[in-house]
Structure formats: structure tokens, C-alpha cells
């Protein structure tokens, strides 16, 4: 790749010299602000490569704007996001606008990207929307510390949703290929390339099978393009910046790849598989509330998560636990209006000397007496 180190110097100048808000205009060239490591500019970048554009159009890393949330790069993309395209006056963000720009401006050049029949232009334009709207925004939840990963607040339910519509991709491509929407290359191949080559790279760390990861047309499709000059040199730029992340240890505090839990099984999971029965007062899909077997006062129940995701204690929680933590007390509330309780308690053991006994959260419903102050 060409990180344009002219480009990059003059803005640095100008920026220098107190002229950014004209600077963008008096770019020479196009200028694509972009970095290896993103799936979204990757799919720009395809565009770039394919059509032989190297020379048309400069990249510079969006440090050379001062950084992704500066004023200087938001008046570019207000979104503080990448990729983002300066064209004379004309900047904006959203990789699908860059590359359709690319597409109508150097129409004469290189591929079209634009399949010759109505059925393969509206497959991929759907194949390109599906990936945008439903794959791209949780894609996240295999690299980002906390949650959210787009409509998720649960990594879990994040990956799932991955799986359902990596699923709903592989239905959607064309049987025949050899492109993902018919015989021609389209921004649907440019879109989805790249965020798959993350999905490969990455998911493997969350306990998927590699041949699981992608069906039998997109792995058909996969490998054609990954054996492509474009598709190479991509994916290299994709792994090349995730590849010292891995080295740097970035992945080892992410909950269900580095950080899985691996601690024993406790009653609770005989509980929760109900091979010891409990009365149950409460479940929905994150909680399960049973009565205590030895109960402190007239109302007692436990409200534990059903997947205790490295909840041994409450102090390994972090904000990958918060929505599950929220159910737990959204259940407690809602058992205490169940039992009628005019007051209740709320009480979470943690370790020997907090009067913990099984290491599986769990958070105490006390109610039907009067509670005492200090608590013993
Ligand atoms: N819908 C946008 C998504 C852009 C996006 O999420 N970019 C990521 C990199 S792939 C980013 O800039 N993340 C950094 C951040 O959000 O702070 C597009 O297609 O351009």
C-alpha cells in the first residue's frame, strides 16, 4: 500500500501552520484516510487495488488529522470513524459512499463492480447491505474490550447473532458463483472480504471450529478470492496490524477467547441442567431464581446467571458482566412483587470471609421479616 508520505506531510504542515480548515480542499489528491487493521477501509482499499488507483487517490492514517475524535478528523466524518474521503471541497465518511464514489468517478478504469444483469446487481446490493447493517455492527464483539457490540449488550448473544447471520450470508450467495453474486466481482465480494477475513482470524480464538466458520459456497468463494492478488494483499494488510495485537497479548483479557472460565462446576450447574430439582420462582434467558434449601427468613430465593461466564465472585465482574448483573436485579425486583414482600434485602457473598459458599454468583433475596442493622 501507498500511505501516502506526501500527502501526509503537507497536512501535517498546514496544520501546523494553522490552516486546517482549508487544508482538506487543498488536497491534490483524492485522499482516503484509512488504516490497515480496518475492515471498513479494506473494502475501499479492495476498490482501490482492483482498479489500479494507487496513483489516483492518496491514503493517510487518520493520526495525521490529529486521531479519530479530533475536531480536525470529525469535521471530515462526523462519525469519527474510518474510512473517511476528502475529494476538493467534497469530505465524507461511510466506506458503501467511498466506494460508490471511487466507482462513479473512475467508472472508466479498471472493473466495474456493477454485474451486468438486474438479478446479480440486486444480489449483491442486498449481499452488501446484509453484511452493513447486520454483520459489521457486532463484529466487534470479537475484538472490543466492553460491550455494547452494536444491538448487543451480551458478547454472548453478540456471537450468536454472528453465527445466525454468517448463516443468512451463506444463503444469500450465489450458488453458481464464482463471485458472491454471480459471475462478476461486486461491491458485495469488496464489503464482505474483508470483514470475513476477520471473522476467520478471530473466531477460531473463540472456540470455533475453522471449517465451521464460513459454509461450503463462501469458503468455495473464500479461497477463489483469497488466492486473487486484491484478496491477498488485503487479507495480509488485515492480519499484518492484528498479528502484534495478537503478540502484545490484546486478546487475552477478552471473555470467551484469552479469558474463558475455567473454573470447576459447581452445584448450581446440576441445578441450572436440572439434575437436582429446585423450586423455581423465576427463569428468563440470562437468570434462574430458585428457593434457598435453607432458608433465613420466610422468603428466600438465589437468583443466579445461567451462564456464569467467570462470575465466581462478583469481584470478577467488568462490563462485559454489566447486562447480566441488571437481569439478576430486574428478577429480583420482580420476585419481590411476586412474594408480596413489603421489604426486602438483597445480599451477594463474596469469597470465605464475605460468607461465600458455592462459586457461582449468586445474589439473596431475603424477605417476610423485619431485617435487622447492621447486618452480622
Ligand atoms: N459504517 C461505517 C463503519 C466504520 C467503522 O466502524 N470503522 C471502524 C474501523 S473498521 C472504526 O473507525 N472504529 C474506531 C472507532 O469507532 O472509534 C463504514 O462502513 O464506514
Not at 468517478?105 to 444480489?123: C, I, M, N, W
Not at 491477498?232 to 495485537?245: D, M, N, Q, S, T
Not at 467488568?318 to 445480599?347: N, Q, S, W, Y
Request: hydrophobic residues 45%; proline residues 6%.
Amino acid at each position: 500500500m501507498r500511505w501516502a508520505p506526501f500527502a501526509a506531510a503537507a497536512a501535517a504542515l498546514l496544520r501546523v501552520e494553522g490552516f486546517v480548515c482549508t487544508m482538506t480542499s487543498q488536497m491534490s489528491k483524492p485522499t482516503l484516510l484509512d488504516m490497515p487493521v480496518s475492515n471498513a477501509g479494506a473494502r475501499v482499499r479492495y476498490i482501490i487495488y482492483e482498479k489500479g488507483l494507487e496513483q489516483e487517490v492518496d491514503i493517510v492514517p487518520p493520526s495525521e488529522f490529529g486521531g479519530l475524535k479530533s475536531e480536525e478528523y470529525l469535521k471530515i466524518n462526523p462519525q469519527g470513524k474510518m474510512p473517511a474521503f476528502i475529494d476538493g471541497d467534497m469530505t465524507f465518511g461511510e466506506s458503501d459512499v467511498i466506494a460508490r464514489h471511487l466507482l462513479d468517478k473512475y467508472a472508466d478504469v479498471g472493473p466495474s463492480f456493477t454485474a451486468p444483469t438486474l438479478q446479480e446487481r440486486t444480489r449483491a446490493n442486498a449481499i452488501a447491505r446484509q453484511h452493513d447493517v447486520y454483520i459489521m455492527t457486532i463484529t466487534g464483539c470479537m475484538y472490543k474490550a466492553a460491550p455494547p457490540f452494536g444491538v448487543h449488550a451480551r458478547r454472548l448473544d453478540a456471537l450468536a447473532d454472528l453465527r445466525k447471520q454468517l448463516d443468512v450470508l451463506e444463503d444469500m450467495a450465489c450458488s453458481s458463483g464464482p463471485f458472491l453474486a454471480g459471475a462478476d466481482l461486486s461491491l458485495a465480494d469488496a464489503a464482505c472480504f474483508p470483514t470475513l477475513v476477520f471473522c476467520k482470524y478471530m473466531l477460531p480464538k473463540f472456540g470455533w471450529a475453522e471449517g465451521e466458520i464460513l459454509g461450503p459456497k463462501l469458503t468455495r468463494w473464500w479461497q477463489l478470492v483469497c488466492a486473487s492478488k486484491t484478496g491477498a494483499r488485503v487479507k495480509e494488510e488485515i492480519e499484518g496490524a492484528l498479528r502484534p495485537w495478537d503478540e502484545r497479548g490484546r486478546w487475552d483479557t477478552i471473555l470467551h477467547a484469552g479469558a474463558r472460565d475455567a473454573a470447576p462446576e459447581t452445584i448450581f450447574d446440576r441445578i441450572l441442567r436440572k439434575e437436582i430439582p429446585s423450586t423455581v420462582v423465576h427463569e428468563d434467558a440470562y437468570v434462574l431464581a430458585f428457593r434457598d434449601i435453607n432458608p433465613v427468613a420466610p422468603s428466600h430465593v438465589l437468583i443466579i446467571p445461567k451462564v456464569r461466564e467467570g462470575l465466581t465472585q462478583l469481584r470478577f465482574a467488568t462490563a462485559d458482566h454489566a447486562f447480566v448483573l441488571g437481569k439478576m436485579l430486574e428478577a429480583a425486583a420482580k420476585i419481590a412483587a411476586d412474594e408480596k414482600l413489603e421489604g426486602f434485602r438483597l445480599v451477594i457473598n463474596d469469597g470465605p470471609k464475605g460468607g461465600q459458599e458455592v462459586y457461582h454468583l449468586h445474589m439473596h433475596l431475603i424477605g417476610g421479616r423485619t431485617m435487622k442493622w447492621p447486618p452480622g
